[in-house]
């Protein structure tokens, strides 16, 4: 999984299979390029995975590029933290960007692309 990487649709329209649990360094993240927005697909210390759009609310930084720590991760850019489960600003920060729906079957990663909750 990379910035190029193409999604694999299913069967099941609203879900894409878009790499394996492997593709992904624990505390890093890969790019998922769509017809839409690049969503960065991110790995936990503790091998949860968490989806949101590659983009910063503050100043649109790469978060893919970002530090992940715990639930969260922390834009390159100006240090804001997001949280990955809800796509909330954290602390005095204020903002948000949309997360993806994420299912593991096995160790392979499947996004919802249609039915994004708004953070």
């Keep these: 999984m990379n910035a190029a990487t193409p999604f694999t649709r299913l069967a099941d ?43 910063c609310p503050h100043r649109q930084g790469p978060l893919s590029q970002g530090i992940v720590h715990g639930n969260c991760v922390t834009c390159p850019l100006h240090n804001w933290v997001l949280s990955l489960e809800t796509g909330l600003a954290q602390g005095a920060d204020e903002g948000s960007v949309p997360t993806y729906a994420v299912r593991l079957e096995g160790r392979t990663i499947h996004l919802n692309l249609q039915n994004s909750p708004a953070a």
Excluded: H, L
């Design 13 to 55: 329209a609203e879900w894409v299979r878009v790499g394996t649990i492997d593709d992904i360094p624990r505390q890093g993240a890969r790019c998922v390029k769509t017809d839409g927005p690049t969503i960065a697909v991110f790995r936990t210390e503790d091998d949860r995975i968490f989806a949101m759009q590659d983009n």
